[in-house]
């Protein structure tokens, strides 16, 4: 259609100049659709040889001051896909848009508007996620094995927090609970145990998606997810396991039992607990055992930091010590840690005969 246009254009103008066409011309060219769309291919792609672009010359020069980081947030803006989708609105509309006096503003202020709202924070809520079911047969039981993951929803964790419990241990949990939050535990649902088929696919699978729900429902509880049967549910069993580990001298495996025990602490939302503290002294020695100074130097500054609103604490004279120490063998500065222990020994306190970060991990009980 648009050659047969441009054919009847190109004969009228040539009309109004006085040219005559022979005889048959009219009748040959009638339907010249491939010989016209192959003349017309050099116009047409002059014309549109424009490319869509939100960044200015000016804003590229900006760019790459910013360095790669910015140019980074800058992949998709939304405003490129809506433009795509619209179908009322052309392309050239964006482009001479861009071509007005105010073009250069607008696309500005949509770069601007786009780098605010990645960089704003969305609410996060905790996930609790099934991945895995494996049944376990011991001597004298047998049992469905489930391995859950916490997430925090808009976020990739390189390294999960994970959890891997039985029936038994969400029932106890179940009715530990009710026992406490009749109340707000009379909407909460649990999977009812079976006499029978309790190792078919269909009833694992079934229990997952139970389990998954009934721990997002007690999440959604301000006091139960506060409470600590709730909270130790989760990472008691990781500290207890950690801490055998440590006193047996097994301090590779129990590093990562502290750090998955940490990472779950993390996602619940109590790094300022007692536990916490526990747990990045389990770190800061098994890291001390292993020869990974600068990590451990690192786990007793983070404990510090904690501990710096508080005037005592049965591990701050053992987190000093070990911080001056790391600090001297890394070529960290030690003066602030060791001002805090003169302080400590100035308000009575027996500094010498304070037991060491290790010994006071042994000897705290995890019940």
């Known amino acids: 259609m648009a050659a047969r246009i441009l054919h009847r254009l190109r004969h009228a103008l040539a009309g109004e100049g006085g040219r005559e066409e022979p005889a048959g011309g009219g009748e040959a060219e009638d339907c010249p659709e491939s010989s016209e769309l192959e003349d017309d291919t050099e116009g047409l792609s002059t014309r549109l040889s424009g490319t869509l672009s939100f960044t200015s ?10 360095g790669d980081g910015a140019s980074e947030e800058l992949e998709e803006p939304p405003q490129a896909a809506a433009g795509t989708e619209d179908g009322g609105r052309c392309w050239g509309e964006w482009v001479s848009a861009a071509e007005r006096p105010g073009g250069s503003l607008l696309t500005r202020q949509l770069q601007e508007l786009w780098r605010r709202s990645r960089g704003s924070l969305a609410p996060q809520r905790l996930l609790f996620e099934v991945t895995s079911a494996s049944v376990v047969s011991e001597r004298s039981s047998k049992y469905v094995l489930y391995t859950i993951y916490l997430i925090r929803s808009g976020q990739f964790d390189k390294a999960p927090a994970t959890i891997a419990r039985r029936y038994s241990d969400f029932e106890q949990l179940n009715r530990r609970l009710r026992c406490r939050f009749s109340c707000d535990m009379a909407s909460v649902a649990f999977p009812r145990k079976r006499l029978r088929r309790n190792f078919t696919a269909e009833t694992i699978a079934k229990r997952s998606r139970a389990f998954e729900q009934f721990l997002s429902h007690l999440h959604s509880i301000d006091e139960i997810r506060r409470s600590p049967e709730f909270l130790e549910f989760f990472f008691l ?36 607990s007692g536990r916490f503290l526990l747990t990045l002294a389990g770190l800061a020695v098994c890291h001390q055992e292993l020869d990974q100074l600068s990590e451990a130097h690192g786990c007793c500054e983070q404990a510090l930091q904690l501990l710096e609103a508080q005037g005592s604490h049965p591990l701050l004279g053992p987190f000093l010590q070990a911080h001056i120490h790391l600090a001297w063998k890394v070529g960290k500065d030690k003066r602030r840690s060791e001002a805090r222990l003169q302080d400590l020994w100035e308000a009575g306190l027996p500094v010498q005969q304070q037991p060491s970060l290790k010994e006071c991990l042994i000897k705290e009980p995890l019940e």
């Open 237 to 272: 069993p990781d500290l207890q396991a950690a801490q055998r580990l440590t006193c047996t001298g097994m301090y590779r495996e129990a590093l990562a039992t502290w750090a998955n025990a940490y990472r779950l602490q993390d996602r619940l939302g109590v790094c300022s």
């Open 57 to 66: 010359h000016e804003d590229e020069e900006e760019e790459e001051e910013e």
